[in-house]
């Protein structure tokens, strides 16, 4: 981006060999190499590398560096509200939680047979942050995801108020092999609305995951698409390929509060 390519027939013939290579490696799109080369082949020199070894270490370089940035791009385009991994996760915290089960999701197993996760339980558990961090692994693993809000995609969806807009974003809701909706808890929508947020997932089904998280169970998630015969619909279609994993426990955001109290009455 912003970088300022020259055509290999403008080069000019006062460039040193650097500048020359640089010129190549700018109009090839080889960032990787070309942050580097100049080093690795003064170390090359140096240890007296092999010519093949030396353009394998400078090949793999570039695909370091492209993945790298695969993964940057698609971490942005996921727009997640934070990065959380499961290595940031305390299992310890939460024993309710099966550490090997979610260790089972982070593989994507789950992705590659569309079937779908639902987190339950109260706030502050660990619901969205597992969420996240299964999102992360997917995208490692090459799977693109979208993060959103049920109220966002409400509020998205009353908002692409004609025909296109709303193709257009039931698209790219469509696209993610991993769509993750957090916060999946009671909102009445109006029945466009809640059309299409059936529509969406009745068109998933078998075809692209889906993570919930909720704080309400799902005889709960009521009037969100509109009707309770949909309702119950939706909830056939999700549980049907879908693990539901739920979380009983104290809220983490608290966790200082309750270690305080538990050392105040061993006092
Ligand atoms: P929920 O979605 O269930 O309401 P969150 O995932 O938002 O809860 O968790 C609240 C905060 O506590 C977040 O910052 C999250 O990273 C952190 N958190 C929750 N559970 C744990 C845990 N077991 N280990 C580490 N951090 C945790
Ligand atoms: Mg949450």
Known sequence: MGKSKVNLYQMSGSLNQIQRINECLKLLDLEGIRSTFEVMAKTALKNDSL???FLEDLLEKEITWKEANRIERWIQQARFPWKKTL???DF????TIDKKQIYEFASCRFIDRAEN???L???GVGKTHLAIALGLKAIQKGKEVKFVRLDQLIDMVDKA???ILLRRLFGTLMLPKLLI???MDFYETNLATGTFLFKLLQQRYEKGSVIFTSNKSFDQWGKIFGSHARTLAIIDRIAHHGEIVNIEGESYRIKDKIIQVQQMSSL
């Open 51 to 53: 010519p093949l070894d």
């Open 87 to 89: 290595e940031d996760f």
């Open 92 to 95: 310890s915290f939460q024993p």
């Open 117 to 119: 996760i639902i987190f």
């Open 121 to 123: 339980g109260p706030p």
């Open 161 to 163: 108020n004609d025909a």
């Open 181 to 183: 909706i957090d916060e």
